[in-house]
């Protein structure tokens, strides 16, 4: 990844439902500071869990945004399976990546980086877990 640009989204925090993470927080990560449009090929997003409650599970998911209805859909292939013990989790997608099957650790998808995009950490109950989120993109 050339010209990285690593934002932390969310603080290691307890939570207790699904978490999503907000445009204007990504705006950080899709412009410059003088506010010019970075050209984003690359984006790894880190999820380090380190509280899990009983067998309950988390996953990591990338969605997208219409431009004209402003709805959100999940980007096909774009999550991690459900995991359910601590540990980092990766999502890596990008144009020049090799593809790699979901798993509870990793997903890596062979595609160009949505232009609206956001993060979901998608809770199986509404029990606590604890995690941070950070995120990088690059050209």
């Known amino acids: 990844m050339k010209n990285p640009r690593i934002v932390t989204l969310l603080a290691s925090a307890v939570r207790a439902a699904t978490t999503v993470t907000t445009v204007a927080d990504l705006a950080k990560l ?71 099957t979901a798993t509870t650790a990793a997903v890596a998808v062979n595609q160009p980086v949505p232009p609206i995009f956001r993060l979901s950490i998608v809770h199986s109950t509404t029990t606590n877990f604890t995690y941070s989120l950070a995120v990088a993109v690059g050209d």
């Open 30 to 100: 899709m412009h410059t500071d003088s506010g010019a449009p970075l050209g984003v090929r690359t984006l790894i997003a880190y999820l380090n869990i380190t509280g899990v409650p009983t067998t309950d599970t988390v996953l990591l998911k990338l969605q997208e945004q219409e431009p004209v209805s402003g709805d959100w859909s999940d980007v096909p292939g774009c999550a991690t399976s459900a995991r359910a013990t601590t540990g980092l989790v990766k999502l890596t997608m990008g144009e020049a990546i090799a593809a790699i």
